[in-house]
């Protein structure tokens, strides 16, 4: 079960919880003698008292741009011998053309994955791993990136496969077709699991089958992409005048800008424009949706509508709301959960997203005879916070739960530096972060209230079932009068003969 | 309590909707069975060869580490880190599913999740109220199964209907998911707890100022426990045993998996338990398997973090201090026997084929345990590795191959298990073929030293950027302790991996890639 923290990029199925390790701040160990800690005696914790925390550190940085156009960040941190890296290009999956549809995917996979001019897949793979290094490159629904991890031993070595993967790609016409048919045993296996078919077939109800915030990779667009489809994309897509490259560890700021100038100083942008064409996203279909899966002995529900954008004013209001829902003590967890214990995992949360309107989604999974019951539950937590204020109990621990734990945005450089980053690709503000701050402290009851009536619409909402139709007793008909539940097919296209 | 764990696979090429389906298939399964698939991470010596530049890190981090042990028994590690002011804290304790009674399944789990519940005075608005509609509750409920069990059902109908007014009743003094609330009310992130075969681990994060708020909360939360809203959390684990087995296919392969690889030792027993076993689990089983297995000297705490240590010293006397000493528990003392023929089994389902293969191994006290590692690494870790360049990259017959070594745990002897997605159109068989050609010739014929160079830095290397996290270095240390009887271990453990050799390598799959010490179980799909 999870619930968004308010700052990290809001994923599709946010699932795995993520170890992001990097370094440190300044060190500030005290030396010598300490006194003896005073005295201590065991207290309930309304007895405690605490001191001021100190305040966060944010690490020294530079940012300069090289004639070409590239953006370079610089955070030094000495703590372990290590030194990571990653450049963020101006692209993304959802700027394909929809006959093509996972060209992007597949250029970004290919372009580590296809070896270089220099050295074969092979031969770049031994290199790296024989130094405990790596090198990996994707391109995402909104961004394209290229990363390197190195000792920092190893640094110049490293820094030089990662600038030949980025500009001297071979995409290796065998490693291409190895890449085409781990794509297809993908497409085989997406049925496998009844979440992954809840969650790609809500993004189709919402954004549309043929939206690029939804639209599936399948045999006849794989098909249709050819060599010199990634390679044109590539030339568009990886280019100086569209890279931020933020390097944080432990190295020396004169040796590195060196390294950075000769592998990237001479590189030209190419004439073409860059893609920067945001596609724009509406809501496609509205009410109730079931995928029968005979077989499965629950259900998993999705219910929720399009929602916004980070840069929105609603945003900030809605983010506390996300804590009022979601969390322990959240109304969900403690009503759906542990009171009606009808779910292990029960969710719905504003999900906002950086350009584009993101999604309002809740759900989660309950037994095949309890999906009406869970249903409205989940709907009428939702009807609650627009109809009524939240008390003001749930402000206070909701502001508490975002404010306290504002110091975990800033547990090491890298977690700091890429948050930089991405404000600079989505075109926020540098101090973003904390102006989000601001915001909560600043936030009303009413203002909340206010903002759930506008952005959150019960006619509006997608509720998708997959579970087995002939155990959901009550049916889904009984939702609501003259229901009527569309059936979804989600038999897998077979490619063209 | 949400019971997932990072799980690493091996870096490859799948693509990311793939690996990411994956990753989530095996770690439903494993609830919270953490540091599986890498070998745990070593230490290392020689100044000759690559990445020898890392030691004095190394040495520099386990001399921020501090020790002691209270007179009731617990034992505790502080590892100071000023990076930021935060502090991760974890609470092992050395119990898992492992030490369960037959028929018990699923009891530590359950406890795990009960745990979250609060205490005399925390979750609840009139405790000696409360205490007394809980005790009615399980009376209740003892009839209930007790009708059930004489299949008189009007009269369980009844019962049931009583339990349900009670439980209403009940529901009046809660104070729901309070504990929780509290932690991240005060700025507390990462709550959550897992239960492995072997251990259970409490966790989470706070700003370094409210270093006390955790020794309050977590010395109450096992000082005077409320295994409360009982009856509710039944409910909720029933549901997350049919999202993680029933409604899983590979959480069903990976069930019988262990039933067929195991024929006596505890770890042939689902980690969540078995329906039946939840079913009729009651209170009375939750508080004596708590009072047998979380006495202080059962109990690690790990602080790591921006804090003093004389501090957390002080506070932890005052807090744990009042814990009471227990005996120790009894340990798990029956012994898998040796198994003597190849095991198989196949399962049809809705899905996509998979393929497993398992071998048993010793446990990690065993001197041959990072030899264990280093096959791991061997044989599917990266891109180089042998099974992966040969079966997905280049025979392109497996869209991805891993492994698991420890396998349900690794405090006693276990498995190590490796499995291979086929590509379209392939036999899970020609899978098993290609792996054992490949197991046959690592028993055969040594590694060349590029291959066991390139797993000794990786180990090393991946040990450092273990160091980046504080919750990562706090289960560690955690671990390490519990299982091998120091924290020093973790260290210590990379002159072994050093000291490896290719004849090491050699002998030890020699030993264990046996077909009569082989389990395969396979996945096809059901026609539908």
């Given at each position: 079960m999870h619930w968004l923290t308010s700052f990290s990029l809001v994923r599709r199925r946010p699932l795995l919880p993520w170890l992001i390790g990097v370094l440190t701040l300044i060190s500030v160990v005290a030396w010598g003698w300490q006194p003896p800690a005073a005295a201590v005696t065991a207290r309930h914790y309304t007895d405690l008292t605490f001191p001021e925390l100190r305040e966060i550190q944010i690490p020294d940085y530079e940012r300069y741009e090289l004639d070409n156009g590239l953006v370079v960040y610089l955070m030094e941190n000495h703590e372990l011998p290590l030194v990571g890296g990653s450049a963020t290009f101006r692209t993304g999956e959802r700027l394909v053309d929809g006959d093509k549809t996972g060209l992007g995917n597949l250029m970004g996979d290919a372009l580590r994955l296809g070896g270089t001019e220099a050295l074969s897949a092979d031969a770049l793979n031994l290199a790296l791993e024989q130094r405990a290094a790596s090198v990996e490159t994707g391109i995402d629904e909104a961004v394209g990136s290229a990363s390197f991890s190195a000792l920092s031993e190893d640094l110049e070595t490293v820094f030089g496969l990662f600038s030949d993967v980025v500009r001297r790609p071979a995409f290796a016409p065998d490693r291409i077709e190895f890449l085409k048919t781990q794509y297809r045993g993908s497409i085989a296996r997406r049925n496998d699991n009844p979440d992954d078919i809840a969650s790609r077939e809500f993004y189709k109800?919402?954004?549309?089958?043929?939206?690029?915030?939804?639209?599936?990779?399948?045999?006849?667009?794989?098909?249709?992409?050819?060599?010199?489809?990634?390679?044109?994309?590539?030339?568009?897509?990886?280019?100086?005048?569209?890279?931020?490259?933020?390097?944080?560890?432990?190295?020396?700021?004169?040796?590195?800008?060196?390294?950075?100038?000769?592998?990237?100083?001479?590189?030209?942008?190419?004439?073409?424009?860059?893609?920067?064409?945001?596609?724009?996203?509406?809501?496609?279909?509205?009410?109730?949706?079931?995928?029968?899966?005979?077989?499965?002995?629950?259900?998993?529900?999705?219910?929720?509508?399009?929602?916004?954008?980070?840069?929105?004013?609603?945003?900030?209001?809605?983010?506390?709301?996300?804590?009022?829902?979601?969390?322990?003590g959240g109304r969900l967890f403690n009503e759906v959960r542990s009171r009606q214990g009808l779910a292990y995992v029960v969710y719905a949360y504003w999900a906002a997203r950086y350009d584009y309107p993101g999604i309002f989604m809740g759900g989660g999974q309950t037994r095949s005879e309890t999906t009406v019951p869970f249903i409205q539950s989940v709907k009428r937590e939702i009807a609650a916070v627009r109809d009524r204020p939240i008390t003001d109990d749930e402000l206070a621990r909701a502001k508490d739960a975002v404010l306290n734990s504002f110091v975990f945005n800033f547990q090491n450089p890298s977690q700091i530096l890429s948050r930089l980053i991405r404000y600079e690709y989505y075109g926020y503000p540098s101090d973003f972060v904390f102006q989000f701050q601001r915001g909560v402290e600043a936030t009303t009851v009413s203002q909340i209230q206010a903002a759930a009536a506008r952005q959150l619409n019960p006619d509006d909402l997608v509720i998708l079932v997959v579970g087995n139709k002939a155990a959901i007793q009550p049916p889904l008909e009984t939702l609501a009068p003259n229901m009527t539940v569309t059936a979804i097919d989600i038999s897998i296209p077979e490619a063209d003969a | 309590m949400f019971g997932f764990s990072w799980f690493s696979t091996p870096f490859h090429a799948l693509p990311k909707a793939l690996r990411r389906s994956l990753h989530r298939c095996l770690v439903l399964f494993l609830i919270g069975v953490v540091a599986l698939t890498t070998a745990p991470p070593a230490a290392w010596a020689r100044s000759t060869t690559p990445g020898s530049s890392v030691q004095p890190y190394l040495d520099r981090v386990a001399k921020a580490v501090t020790e002691f042990t209270l007179a009731n028994g617990m034992k505790f590690i502080v590892l100071e880190r000023h990076q930021a002011p935060v502090v991760s804290f974890m609470l092992y304790a050395n119990v898992g599913a492992v030490n369960e009674e037959e028929g018990k399944t699923g009891v530590a789990h359950y406890l795990e999740h009960l745990a979250f519940k609060g205490t005399e005075r925390i979750g609840t608005r009139d405790f000696a109220a409360e205490q007394q509609v809980l005790a009615e509750m399980d009376d209740v409920f003892a009839q209930v199964l007790a009708a059930e069990a004489a299949g008189n059902t009007a009269q369980a109908e009844a019962l049931r209907s009583r339990l349900e007014t009670l439980r209403q009743q009940a529901a009046e003094y809660v104070e729901q998911n309070k504990y929780g609330q509290i932690v991240e009310q005060a700025g507390g992130v990462g709550l959550n707890a897992t239960t492995g075969a072997d251990a259970t681990r409490y966790f989470y994060s706070l700003p370094s100022n409210k270093v006390e708020l955790w020794m309050s909360l977590e010395s109450e939360r096992f000082l005077e426990p409320v295994f409360r809203e009982f009856y509710e959390e039944k409910d909720v684990i029933l549901e997350e045993r049919r999202m993680r087995v029933d409604n899983s296919p590979i959480g069903k392969l990976m069930e019988v998996f262990l039933e067929k690889a195991f024929e006596q030792h505890p770890y042939r027993r689902p980690i969540i338990g078995y329906e039946a076993d939840l079913y009729t689990a009651t209170r009375d089983d939750i508080q004596a398997f708590f009072d047998a297995y979380y006495g202080p000297n059962n109990l690690i705490g790990v602080v790591v973090g921006d804090v003093n240590p004389r501090e957390i010293r002080a506070m932890v006397e005052a807090y744990f201090g009042r814990f009471e000493a227990r005996s120790l528990p009894a340990e798990v003392t029956i012994a898998e026997p040796r198994q003597t023929a190849p095991r198989e089994f196949t399962l049809a389902l809705p899905s996509q084929p998979w393929y497993l293969e398992g071998y048993h191994r010793p446990s990690i006290t065993d001197p041959d345990h990072v030899v264990y590692g280093m096959i791991e690494g061997i044989l599917v870790n990266g891109r180089t590795s042998r099974l992966y360049k040969d079966l997905v990259e280049d025979r392109q017959v497996a869209l991805d191959v891993g492994s698991i070594n420890g396998f349900p745990g690794d405090k006693y002897p276990n498995m190590l298990l490796l499995y291979g997605l086929p590509a379209p159109n392939v036999e899970p068989d020609a899978i098993g073929t290609l792996m054992q050609d490949h197991l046959g010739r690592l028993s055969r014929e040594p590694v060349s030293q590029e291959e066991l160079d390139r797993v000794k830095t990786q180990a090393r290397a991946g040990l450092l950027r273990r160091l980046d996290s504080n919750s990562g270095m706090a289960a560690l240390l955690a671990e390490y302790e519990a299982k091998t009887g120091s924290w020093r271990n973790v260290f210590a453990e990379l002159a072994a991996i050093d000291a490896v050799t290719a004849e090491d390598v050699q002998r030890v799959a020699r030993a264990t890639f046996q077909p009569n010490n082989r389990t395969v179980g396979k996945l096809v799909p059901a026609e539908s």
């Open positions: 109800l919402i954004y549309g089958d043929n939206s690029p915030y939804a639209r599936t990779i399948e045999y006849q667009t794989l098909d249709a992409i050819s060599r010199d489809d990634l390679v044109a994309f590539y030339r568009t897509s990886v280019r100086p005048d569209q890279m931020i490259l933020g390097i944080v560890g432990d190295f020396d700021p004169a040796q590195m800008k060196a390294l950075i100038a000769d592998a990237f100083g001479d590189w030209e942008a190419p004439a073409a424009p860059p893609l920067t064409q945001v596609p724009d996203a509406r809501q496609a279909r509205t009410g109730v949706f079931l995928v029968d899966q005979p077989q499965l002995t629950q259900s998993y529900v999705q219910i929720g509508h399009l929602g916004g954008q980070l840069s929105e004013p609603d945003y900030v209001p809605l983010a506390v709301l996300n804590e009022v829902l979601n969390g322990f | -």
